[in-house]
């Protein structure tokens, strides 16, 4: 079941709703019988009674079947009978996003916005108080908040703190990351301005901490537009038993610096930290890890489990076109050189990539798994794609997600007719053949109807030999949801079309096509 939190106050108890379920227990439960919970219901053969077996069983069961209900139904069941009424302030999973609220939040006048953010607020701050249950598993807060609510959102942490929270999702969005909520050394017992090395020395404060304690429990740490200084992330992956870490868009993370051989964390992710220099992990069981930003100094030692790697280089931008750094994928092959031969899952953005035809690119030996973004209108995405294929013998399933900025391009002056021309029969036939026999699956992601995307597919079906299943899916999963425009749905449609006429019929009989 999809967890979502709640969205209005109305859902938690007071008392017009303990007067109102006074009144739903008379229409909707029937008379109560027998203080054994037997009630009656009923019909034209006469009564009928039965035995409330539910209510019998014991209050940890019972909220740990609230906790997998949405809030707003937990709280509901508050109506119920007094055996319920309280029940709900238990439960273990605390998910808060007003996802009707956030819709339209940003079209809204500035003094609604902070309406809804002061609603959203109260709801939380209600939420926590009335909440009885020694316990958290989840703690989740989604919304436009910032800065001028940091004293909640620290009422917040500390509560979760207080209940040994394992799972800790701080999601919020300022209109500057400037005005982002700041995560206080205060909370884990840190001096604002502690160094590394009393991270390592056994502090006192860091000992005698009862918040600190909380966070013994912390598994997963999710963490967006909340501004963390990089000597409170390294006491949490060194002092917690946090297996999965994201930070996306902190302002103050300069450097991450992790040393000690007795970290649980098995996962890492860091996106778009305007601020972040330098990532130095050292002697850690560190399984996955993901970056997605300007690049930066990385810094791998010893880190033998190292399997799943995601990077997205982002171009700096200049006022001047000519100053704008270029991307390339020499920078991150050369800082993993060590770990490139364990990897299983690699996932790379080269639409920005610049194409060195005199690069060699590494033998990626136990590559099993491979995600590419490319802007396939330009030859050097073929190139770049016969390069990983080349490069990855032991490759079972490619994700190919076509990055097709049409919108750019036609402003540039290119018309949609002559993009199809960008990359001519000619390029496509100079791109060295790379026969690959081990290739099971493709998916091609925000396939469009163009005759460049359709070449991409013809390049593949000609070197996969061994293929079985062949997925072309029309959909641009970022374009998903509320904000798809009538033109999208169009594009997606006609990409149906044009798959179903034109790649199809060259499908070989021993692949599997599905056109989603």
Same mark, same amino acid.
Request: aromatic residues 8%.
């Given at each position: 079941?999809?967890?979502?939190?709640?969205?209005?106050?109305?859902?938690?108890?007071?008392?017009?709703?303990?007067?109102?379920?006074?009144?739903?227990?008379?229409?909707?439960?029937?008379?109560?019988?027998?203080?054994?919970?037997?009630?009656?219901?009923?019909?034209?053969?006469?009564? =009928?009674?039965?035995?409330?077996?539910?209510?019998?069983?014991?209050?940890?069961?019972?909220?740990?079947?609230?906790?997998?209900?949405?809030?707003?139904?937990?709280?509901?069941?508050?109506?119920?009978?007094?055996?319920?009424?309280?029940?709900?302030?238990?439960?273990?999973?605390?998910?808060?996003?007003?996802?009707?609220?956030?819709?339209?939040?940003?079209?809204?006048?500035?003094?609604?916005?902070?309406?809804?953010?002061?609603?959203?607020?109260?709801?939380?701050?209600?939420?926590?108080?009335?909440?009885?249950?020694?316990?958290?598993?989840?703690?989740?807060?989604?919304?436009?908040?910032?800065?001028?609510?940091?004293?909640?959102?620290?009422?917040?942490?500390?509560?979760?703190?207080?209940?040994?929270?394992?799972?800790?999702?701080?999601?919020?969005?300022?209109?500057?990351?400037?005005?982002?909520?700041?995560?206080?050394?205060?909370?884990?017992?840190?001096?604002?301005?502690?160094?590394?090395?009393?991270?390592?020395?056994?502090?006192?404060?860091?000992?005698?901490?009862?918040?600190?304690?909380?966070?013994?429990? !912390?598994?997963?740490?999710?963490?967006?537009?909340?501004?963390?200084?990089?000597?409170?992330?390294?006491?949490?992956?060194?002092?917690?038993?946090?297996?999965?870490?994201?930070?996306?868009?902190?302002?103050?993370?300069?450097?991450?610096?992790?040393?000690?051989?007795?970290?649980?964390?098995?996962?890492?992710?860091?996106?778009?930290?305007?601020?972040?220099?330098?990532?130095?992990?050292?002697?850690?069981?560190?399984?996955?890890?993901?970056?997605?930003?300007?690049?930066?100094?990385?810094?791998?030692?010893?880190?033998?489990?190292?399997?799943? *790697?995601?990077?997205?280089?982002?171009?700096?931008?200049?006022?001047?076109?000519?100053?704008? #750094?270029?991307?390339? =994928?020499?920078?991150?092959?050369?800082?993993?050189?060590?770990?490139?031969?364990?990897?299983?899952?690699?996932?790379?953005?080269?639409?920005?990539?610049?194409?060195?035809?005199?690069?060699?690119?590494?033998?990626?030996?136990?590559?099993?798994?491979?995600?590419?973004?490319?802007?396939?209108?330009?030859?050097?995405? !073929?190139?770049?794609?016969?390069?990983?294929?080349?490069?990855?013998?032991? !490759?079972?399933? !490619?994700?190919?997600?076509?990055?097709? #900025?049409?919108?750019?391009?036609?402003?540039?002056?290119?018309?949609?007719?002559?993009?199809?021309?960008?990359?001519?029969?000619?390029?496509?036939?100079?791109?060295?053949?790379?026969?690959?026999?081990?290739?099971?699956?493709?998916?091609? =992601?925000?396939?469009?109807?163009?005759?460049?995307?359709?070449?991409?597919?013809?390049?593949?079906?000609?070197?996969?030999?061994?293929?079985?299943?062949?997925?072309?899916?029309?959909?641009?999963?970022?374009?998903?949801?509320?904000?798809? *425009?009538?033109?999208? #749905?169009?594009?997606?449609?006609?990409?149906?079309?044009?798959?179903?006429?034109?790649?199809?019929? #060259?499908?070989?009989?021993?692949?599997?096509?599905?056109?989603?």
């Amino acid at each position: 079941m999809k967890n979502r939190g709640c969205r209005t106050s109305q859902f938690l108890p007071n008392k017009k709703h303990e007067k109102r379920s006074k009144t739903k227990k008379k229409e909707n439960l029937g008379k109560k019988q027998k203080d054994k919970g037997e009630f009656s219901s009923g019909d034209r053969n006469g009564g =009928v009674s039965y035995v409330d077996r539910i209510s019998e069983l014991p209050d940890g069961i019972l909220v740990s079947i609230l906790s997998c209900l949405l809030l707003k139904e937990a709280a509901a069941t508050s109506v119920l009978s007094r055996r319920w009424r309280d029940l709900w302030a238990s439960t273990m999973n605390l998910n808060f996003e007003d996802e009707k609220n956030s819709r339209d939040f940003k079209e809204v006048k500035p003094n609604i916005q902070h309406r809804k953010r002061r609603s959203f607020v109260s709801l939380v701050d209600r939420a926590v108080q009335q909440h009885t249950g020694p316990l958290i598993e989840r703690f989740r807060a989604c919304f436009f908040l910032d800065r001028r609510f940091a004293r909640s959102i620290d009422g917040w942490i500390e509560f979760a703190m207080k209940k040994r929270v394992q799972i800790l999702e701080l999601e919020f969005s300022a209109a500057n990351v400037k005005d982002n909520y700041t995560f206080s050394h205060e909370l884990l017992g840190l001096e604002t301005g502690s160094t590394r090395k009393d991270l390592h020395s056994g502090i006192p404060s860091l000992r005698s901490s009862g918040c600190s304690i909380g966070f013994k429990s !912390l598994k997963v740490l999710n963490l967006r537009h909340v501004n963390v200084a990089g000597e409170v992330l390294e006491y949490l992956l060194m002092n917690c038993p946090v297996e999965r870490v994201s930070v996306v868009a902190a302002k103050n993370l300069v450097d991450i610096r992790v040393v000690s051989p007795s970290i649980a964390w098995k996962y890492l992710a860091i996106e778009n930290c305007p601020d972040l220099k330098t990532i130095e992990i050292c002697n850690a069981d560190i399984v996955s890890f993901t970056y997605i930003g300007v690049a930066i100094n990385l810094l791998l030692s010893n880190v033998p489990l190292l399997a799943e *790697v995601s990077i997205t280089e982002l171009e700096i931008e200049s006022n001047n076109f000519f100053d704008s #750094i270029t991307v390339s =994928v020499e920078l991150p092959f050369t800082q993993l050189s060590c770990y490139l031969s364990q990897l299983k899952y690699l996932t790379m953005d080269i639409s920005e990539a610049v194409y060195n035809q005199d690069y060699v690119f590494p033998i990626l030996a136990n590559l099993k798994y491979l995600e590419l973004t490319c802007e396939p209108h330009y030859v050097s995405a !073929l190139r770049y794609l016969t390069s990983f294929m080349k490069a990855s013998p032991y !490759l079972q399933k !490619l994700l190919l997600k076509m990055n097709i #900025i049409t919108s750019w391009l036609e402003e540039m002056g290119i018309e949609k007719t002559d993009m199809e021309e960008i990359v001519t029969t000619e390029q496509m036939e100079a791109v060295a053949k790379c026969p690959h026999h081990e290739l099971k699956v493709i998916e091609i =992601v925000g396939y469009r109807a163009r005759r460049f995307a359709a070449k991409h597919v013809m390049l593949l079906l000609k070197n996969a030999v061994a293929l079985e299943k062949l997925v072309i899916d029309p959909v641009r999963h970022r374009s998903r949801g509320p904000s798809m *425009v009538k033109e999208d #749905i169009d594009e997606e449609m006609k990409a149906r079309n044009h798959a179903m006429k034109h790649l199809k019929k #060259i499908v070989p009989s021993t692949v599997n096509f599905v056109c989603l």
